[in-house]
């Protein structure tokens, strides 16, 4: 199971709070995948966010804010100074967003965001795309969760640069590695998984399912298979067909 | 004089941003901002309000 800035977490499915048809339907999702965090934002208040807040300390997850839609570094530095003192956590999701389409993150700014607020004393989990140079400057920074999205956030298109997420477990053994964003199918959570990857990050592929708490399980269940299936060391694929039944003892007919 | 709440035009004699919370019926589960800079809860009843501030006042949403 992962372990975030000394935490140990109870599951490597991490799941956001948004879009869901109903609070009812988002705590089942939570009770049904048993989801070990629970990402959430800070808005204007406008009646309701203390029910929202009473509402997630009861999913039984640990809570990770974000700074979801800022663009700028001294928002998302302000932003996760606000987020601290309302849920009473260090643990920020670092969101520095650098393109309004893709949502793809400003990596230039995440990095000085990340440095700002490591020297702050928060701990980070910054939302970045697989660049190995990038995330090197954010280990560097004291980042010891890193979070390359798989797709552009709400997408669901799956792990788009596999190649570049396998290069990233093999560059940084040592820091815990989550695919952030772009999840759509349990598949692709069992595949960042098989990858050796510490855990996922999904929201929309849950919530906007025709039955969320079912995905949610389902997700769940991908995440444990594909992290077995990590510790268990896959066999390497081959081109040609070799027989499992053994040929010796065949008769001859 | 004139301030501004979460983008609203607001007229307010408040002199404090804590006495502004206050007034507008803020309750605890906030965190708020002045000017794009955090302000603590603690440093609340020490920031003065100066006409056409920018307050911020956020709570727990959702988000992924």
Redesign the interface.
């Known amino acids: 199971m992962p372990v975030f800035y000394g935490t140990d977490i109870d599951s490597a499915l991490m799941l956001?709070?948004?879009?869901?048809p109903s609070p009812k339907i988002?705590e089942a999702a939570f009770g049904a995948s048993k989801a070990g965090i629970a990402?959430?934002?800070?808005?204007?208040?406008?009646g309701?966010?203390?029910d929202?807040?009473a509402l997630?300390a009861g999913l039984g997850a640990q809570i990770l804010?974000?700074t979801?839609g800022c663009h700028t570094v001294?928002?998302a530095v302000?932003?996760a100074?606000?987020?601290r003192?309302?849920?009473g956590t260090g643990w920020i999701k670092l969101e520095v967003i650098g393109h309004t389409d893709s949502l793809q993150p400003d990596v230039f700014g995440l990095v000085e965001a990340a440095r700002i607020l490591i020297a702050d004393g928060f701990q980070v989990f910054p939302y970045t795309t697989e660049d190995l140079t990038v995330c090197a400057r954010l280990v560097e920074a004291g980042c010891e969760v890193l979070m390359p999205w798989g797709a552009p956030?709400?997408s669901g298109r799956g792990l788009m640069n596999e190649y570049g997420l396998r290069a990233l477990r093999a560059e940084f053994p040592d820091q815990a590695l989550v695919v952030d964003a772009g999840i759509g199918l349990p598949s692709h959570a069992a595949r960042a998984m098989e990858l050796g990857f510490d855990a996922v990050l999904l929201?929309?592929a849950v919530a906007k399912a025709g039955d969320p708490a079912l995905m949610a399980a389902a997700m769940a269940g991908a995440v444990r298979a594909g992290r077995a299936a990590y510790l268990a060391r896959p066999m390497e694929p081959r081109d040609m067909a070799a027989p499992s039944t053994p040929v010796v003892g065949r008769a001859f007919l | 004089m004139k301030i501004f709440v979460n983008g609203e035009e607001r007229q307010t004699g408040a002199a404090t941003l804590a006495a502004l919370l206050e007034e507008e019926g803020f309750g605890p589960a906030v965190a708020t901002a002045v000017n794009e800079s955090f302000v603590a809860k603690a440093a609340r009843a020490a920031i003065k309000l100066q006409d056409g501030d920018r307050v911020e006042v956020l709570s727990a949403m959702q988000g992924g």
């Open positions: 956001g709070t948004a879009q869901y988002l990402t959430v934002s800070l808005r204007r208040e406008q309701g966010g203390g929202f807040r997630v804010p974000n979801a001294k928002e302000t932003t100074h606000m987020a003192e309302l849920f956030i709400g929201n929309t």
